[in-house]
């Protein structure tokens, strides 16, 4: 995906790195935020990638960390709500033990219990 003739990081290393399992991830969260245990609590992150299982090898991974992880879909989609500057960018929060899934578009987040 380009944005202004621009090929974003992510698609630029696996289109380059042609063996590599791309997954987009902590792109979003300032070092500080990047603890996932939290009482009570999960830190949420983000996460695009092409390929299922590379996204679900990570997933358990950054479960185990503590983290909510939410699948935003293939590199290309990911990026509109990841980039730098995007609505996810910078926008720390977390997520309550009671909920199951969290629903993002480009400008609001619903936490669905």
């Given at each position: 995906m380009k944005l202004d003739d621009f090929?974003?990081?992510s698609r630029l290393v696996a289109t380059h790195a042609s063996?590599?399992?791309?997954?987009?991830a902590f792109n979003t969260l300032y070092a500080?935020?990047?603890?996932?245990?939290?009482s009570g609590s999960r830190r949420f992150l983000a996460i695009a990638g092409d390929e299922f299982e590379a996204k679900n090898?990570?997933?358990?991974?950054?479960?185990?960390?503590?983290?909510?992880?939410?699948d935003l879909g293939n590199l290309d989609g990911g990026e509109?709500?990841?980039?730098?500057?995007?609505f996810l960018s910078a926008n720390h929060f977390t997520v309550?033990?009671?909920?199951?899934d969290v629903m993002i578009?480009?400008?609001q987040i619903n936490f669905i219990k």
């Open positions: 090929e974003f990081g063996n590599a399992h791309v997954v987009k500080r935020f990047m603890d996932g245990d939290l090898s990570f997933t358990v991974f950054a479960k185990q960390l503590g983290f909510f992880v939410k509109e709500l990841m980039h730098f500057g995007s309550g033990d009671d909920v199951l578009d480009k400008e």
